[in-house]
């Protein structure tokens, strides 16, 4: 790994470069610096548009999730979290899990849509209520989506999940 510094540029602005260097056996430093200016650049644009996500998404209360088909390891954003009142120390998040706290009148109901979604490899949009650890009944919007791989096989499940419970009140 190199060091990165910030330059004035004679045209007034700033130039990001990185600096690698090594010893040689004589003692001798040699170096070179190349120019990571745009790579600083994308990463504070990435940061803010990372920033700027996570507040619509906390604005209008809406999460993200993922599912590998193959490992079946699920991945919950923060909202999503906040959305089921789960803590990520105590809950590991599962379809299974997920499961366990829809509201029991919705249970069967989201587990066809959830199983044709996964046999039939079709996308998903439905209402449902969940229960919160608290004992808090919340109504959710739930779509999803099948993505394939390079064969043209489902290999995950991308979808989001919004607290509609305010706005049906």
Same mark, same amino acid.
């Given at each position: 790994d190199g060091v990165r510094l910030r330059f004035s540029h004679?045209?007034?602005?700033f130039v990001w470069l990185e600096w690698v260097y090594r010893q040689t056996k004589a003692g001798s430093l040699i170096?070179?610096?190349? %120019?990571?200016?745009?790579?600083?650049?994308?990463a504070r644009e990435l940061k803010r548009n990372v920033e700027l996500l996570n507040q619509a998404s906390s604005m209008a209360k809406v999460g993200y999730w993922s599912i590998d088909l193959t490992t079946r390891e699920m991945h919950w954003s923060n909202m999503i979290w906040q959305i089921y009142g789960q803590?990520?120390?105590d809950f590991h998040p599962t379809i299974e899990g997920c499961y366990e706290?829809?509201?029991p009148? %919705?249970?069967?109901?989201?587990? &066809?849509m959830v199983? &044709?979604?996964l046999n039939e490899s079709t996308a998903w949009h439905f209402t449902f209520r969940i229960k919160r650890p608290n004992g808090e009944i919340r109504t959710v919007v739930?779509?999803?989506q099948i %993505? &394939? %791989?390079e064969c043209d096989n489902a290999s995950s499940l991308f979808g989001i999940l919004q607290d509609i419970t305010e706005a049906n009140e």
């Open positions: 004679k045209n007034g602005g170096g070179s610096a190349k %120019d990571v200016s745009q790579n600083v650049e994308d803590d990520p120390e706290c829809c509201h009148e %919705d249970l069967e109901r989201v587990k &066809r199983n &044709r979604a739930s779509a999803a %993505d &394939r %791989d």
